[in-house]
């Protein structure tokens, strides 16, 4: 995303102190990592997020946005300290190719005048076999493409809010066409900045990890995973000092002149990325002031920071 920025203060980071995420140690950089998996159809999310855990040896691992067994396509899937922002993530906006039956054959000109109907704030109570509570909910639907018919199949292209039920939504089409619907196979194509083009398979993620334990290389392991800072794309962001890292580690919020730079167009109440110079995720907080108020503050608390990505010590002490 291409964004532009308010310069608040001039400084250079120490070289001595923290990594670019790129280069970070690997323990650290699967630590603070994200995978782009391609779920198969078969096992559910919680499953496939157990066998990471397994193969990478690690204690915590999380994904972004439940598929139900049969449904294939991208899943996020945070690892380590990075799972602290799993629901930062599961908040973007979703893509799906979805195969709908409908009960008869309707008129593709019918079919389109009533799924237009869709686009737009539409109200869906979840399925009963579902992760969540059923209870009524507005959901956005930005675009319903149709890409094909033939006779009752239709195979359609659906982006949507997070949180979104293509069976439902499904179903509800057939309801309005009178006819009836179901959804009869789906795939998500797309999960915030994570896209299908660039997943990888259970399969391409456990040639990385064996070459990585059995012969010290890492190269295909730091390919299939990606450090927290490139899902975080869609964010704004405000860059500190070296020097108010360490405090941000250790539970403060955000001072005015802490900063150097921030992205234009932040409003009290948007959720930041407070970032090192380096490139790094320290954390994420709740902007307190919008970004022309923070460019003229020289004292205050800007940010309430929320989660906290960066571990204390990495950054020299500035504070007492």
Request: proline share 6%; net charge neutral; with cysteine.
């Amino acid at each position: 995303m291409n964004e532009e920025f308010l310069i608040k203060d001039e400084e250079e980071t120490n070289p001595n102190f923290g990594w670019k995420p790129r280069e970070r140690p690997i323990k650290e950089y699967i630590e603070t990592g994200v995978i782009n998996l391609d779920k198969p159809p078969g096992p559910t999310s919680h499953e496939v997020v157990a066998w990471v855990k397994r193969m990478l040896s690690i204690d915590r691992a999380g994904h972004g946005g439940t598929l139900d067994p049969k449904v294939t396509g991208v899943l996020p899937i945070t690892l380590g300290r990075a799972t602290r922002f799993i629901s930062f993530i599961m908040k973007s906006v979703k893509e799906y190719v979805t195969v709908m039956e409908l009960h008869e054959d309707i008129s593709e000109e019918r079919l389109r005048e009533v799924i237009n109907e869709f686009i737009g704030p539409i109200y869906q109570i979840p399925p009963i076999r579902s992760s969540v509570k059923r209870a009524l909910r507005i959901r956005t639907i930005n675009s319903i493409k149709i890409l094909e018919k033939v006779g009752k199949f239709v195979l359609m292209r659906v982006d949507c809010e997070a949180g979104t039920y293509i069976r439902k939504l499904c179903h509800d089409i057939g309801e309005v066409l009178g006819c009836g619907a179901h959804m009869k196979e789906l795939r998500r194509v797309r999960a915030g900045p994570f896209r299908e083009e660039t997943s990888i398979t259970l399969y391409t993620l456990l040639d990385a990890i064996t070459l990585w334990k059995e012969c010290n290389n890492e190269s295909l392991i730091r390919k299939a995973i990606i450090p927290i800072e490139e899902a975080i794309t869609d964010f704004p962001k405000i860059y500190v000092r070296d020097s108010a890292i360490d405090a941000l580690c250790h539970g403060a919020n955000l001072a005015a002149p802490g900063i150097l730079r921030l992205s234009k167009g932040i409003k009290p109440g948007d959720i930041v990325c407070v970032m090192s110079l380096k490139g790094e995720l320290v954390g994420i907080g709740k902007a307190l002031k919008s970004s022309e108020e923070i460019l003229e503050l020289e004292h205050g608390i800007v940010v309430d920071m929320e989660r906290i990505m960066m571990e204390p010590g990495l950054y020299p002490k500035g504070w007492e």
